[in-house]
């Protein structure tokens, strides 16, 4: 078969596509035949060498890869056969093997999966549509909210923008250039605005029409993210997930006082606080892809070989919605 292998940490181009031995699944485990695979921005991370949050850097030489969907093809020891030939998704932890033909996976952390669901879809629920349902639970969205979202054509910003508009929400999100602000209308955003543009805060301004921002969700961090602060009225709310400009926003207790604010970060022990965790989230997600109430953004895949080039493009920020590889 053949995966992605990576001897050092680095540049895109320390990701090669090599030929390697078929994995033999262990006790509790499965081999899946990958049909998508999924891309983080913490794979990037990862490559580049430099440790995010808890998680350790892997030992070299490793294949990266986090999230799969395919149909399992081998058990390993005290599994049930039933699972054998079931078309499954999973998500298997950092640096755990993804970017292949075949990828290893605990039976526990199978989910499985309708044939109607795209493995594409499945790959972008399991671990990005888990995040969203984790951080729209911490934002409570209702009806009476007037909704900013940065970063709203991406995999996390697509989805919010759908819950948020799906609750009754007012929404206007916020994207960088053209294409990404008419694929954050198509999501269905009231309204979109370009935040690369240098009036950006005035047409945030126009295309809420006179109404006070009450909840600001927010990955980017940086100047954009503080923009959209700044525009947050009096009782508003600011729910942060993540910095993808390289660094958080950033706030003060006066900042807060001295409109009422409340500022909270989802991410972290809070996202995994609810009753079973993480995987309670990840199958809540898959329910509502099957469902047809959530619809993941996800562009044309790149191939497994091209993995190299969809983390350029990656860090770029050249992509919308959730990279995927498929074999």
């Known amino acids: ?70 149909r399992v093809d081998r058990l390993g020891p005290d599994v049930e056969d039933a699972w054998l030939g079931r078309r499954v998704v999973a998500h298997l932890g950092i640096a755990s093997g993804g970017y292949a033909d075949r990828a290893v996976a605990p039976a526990t952390a199978l989910h499985e999966l309708p044939d109607h669901l795209a493995a594409e879809a499945a790959v972008a629920m399991v671990g990005t549509g888990r ?68 009036d950006a805060v005035d047409q945030a301004r126009a295309a809420l029409e006179g109404r006070s921002p009450t909840l600001l969700l927010d990955g980017v961090g940086g100047d954009t993210a503080r923009a959209a602060f700044d525009l947050l009225g009096p009782g508003g709310r600011v729910v942060m997930y993540g910095a993808a400009s390289g660094r958080p926003l950033q706030l003060t207790t006066g900042d807060l006082v001295a409109r009422s604010l409340a500022a909270t970060w989802a991410l972290g022990p809070r996202l ?56």
């Open 1 to 70: 078969m053949h995966a992605i292998r990576q001897h050092e940490f680095g540049p895109p181009e320390t990701l090669r596509y090599q030929e390697v031995p078929d994995p033999m699944p262990p006790a509790g485990h499965v081999r899946i035949a990958v049909e998508a695979a999924g891309v983080h921005l913490v794979d990037t991370a990862i490559r580049r060498g430099e440790a995010r949050g808890p998680f350790p850097l892997p030992d070299l030489p490793m294949t990266p890869g986090r999230e799969v969907a395919g």
């Open 131 to 198: 995040t969203a349902l984790g951080v729209l639970d911490t934002a409570a969205v209702t009806d009476d909210d007037v909704v900013l979202v940065t970063a709203a054509a991406g995999g996390l910003g697509s989805l919010f923008v759908q819950a948020a508009r799906q609750a009754g929400a007012v929404v206007v999100g916020l994207a960088g250039g053209p294409r990404k602000v008419e694929l954050v209308r198509r999501q269905g955003a009231d309204a979109a605005v370009d935040y690369l543009r240098p």
């Open 272 to 327: 995994a606080s609810g009753p079973d965790g993480m995987r309670a989230l990840a199958s809540r997600a898959l329910a509502e892809a099957a469902a047809g109430r959530l619809v993941p953004l996800v562009e044309s895949p790149f191939p497994l070989a091209e993995a190299a080039a969809a983390h350029a493009a990656l860090e770029s920020r050249a992509t919308a919605g959730k990279v995927v590889l498929v074999p």
